[in-house]
């Protein structure tokens, strides 16, 4: 399929982009899209959650009040979950979330997640960029060219550039990776999908 190619000035050129069919337009599979989305949210999380048990609570172990004969429950030590300032019962512990996927599937989610922005028209080619200076005006002039005010935009580069990644951390709803760092969450997370025209065919080598 053919795509048009976009200038940083927001005007479409002439020329045209090729995509890939294999990536950007098969039948997205939605279970692969799920499944890849839970480990990178999975993966982002601390784990570093932790509550107090009655064995570490500070206080005596001592037994509050006869086992029989006071017409109440048995009590046994302040540190029981069941009272004021005793120990969580079962609380949360340390944990780590994480856990692995097969790279085929990996590469099948982002596969689709593509074809769905490509069917969504929500993806867009865009001539390659670069800046001489960190300017994040400059960035934001061309976000403005491209109509895309206020959403928000994934921008795929096909090389490092660290003048672009810095022009744009500071907007909130721009997101600059490139084809080595990017992943299913952020294209499907984006209103607008931008791939700079060396990104296409690194994306086209790494997912087939």
């Known amino acids: 399929m053919e795509a048009k190619v976009y200038s940083v000035s927001g005007k479409a050129s002439s020329a045209k982009a090729t995509l890939s069919d294999e990536v ?33 609570i500070a206080g005596s172990t001592k037994k509050l009040k006869k086992q029989k004969g006071t017409g109440g429950a048995r009590a046994g030590s302040s540190k029981s979950g069941t009272r004021v300032g005793g120990g969580r019962i079962f609380g949360p512990r ?3 979330y994480s ?37 994040t005006k400059d ?20 090389n490092k550039n660290d003048n672009v990644y810095l022009a744009s951390r ?9 084809v080595e760092s990017f992943n299913t969450y952020d294209v499907l ?13 690194r994306i086209e080598e790494i997912l087939n």
């Open 99 to 135: 856990f692995k996927l097969n790279v085929k599937l990996k590469r099948l989610a982002r596969k689709s997640a593509f074809s769905y922005q490509m069917k969504n028209d929500a993806l867009m080619v865009l001539e390659d960029v670069s800046m001489d200076a960190i300017k």
């Open 139 to 158: 960035f934001v002039f061309m976000v403005s060219a491209l109509s895309l005010d206020n959403q928000k935009v994934l921008l795929i580069l096909g």
């Open 170 to 178: 500071n907007l909130k709803k721009v997101k600059v990776v490139t």
């Open 24 to 56: 950007f337009g098969i039948e997205p599979n939605n279970h692969a899209i799920y499944l890849d989305v839970k480990q990178h949210l999975a993966n982002r999380r601390q784990g570093t959650h932790k509550s107090k048990e009655r064995n570490e």
């Open 94 to 96: 340390p944990r780590n």
């Open 189 to 201: 997370n984006a209103r607008k999908v931008i791939v700079t025209q060396s990104a296409i065919s």
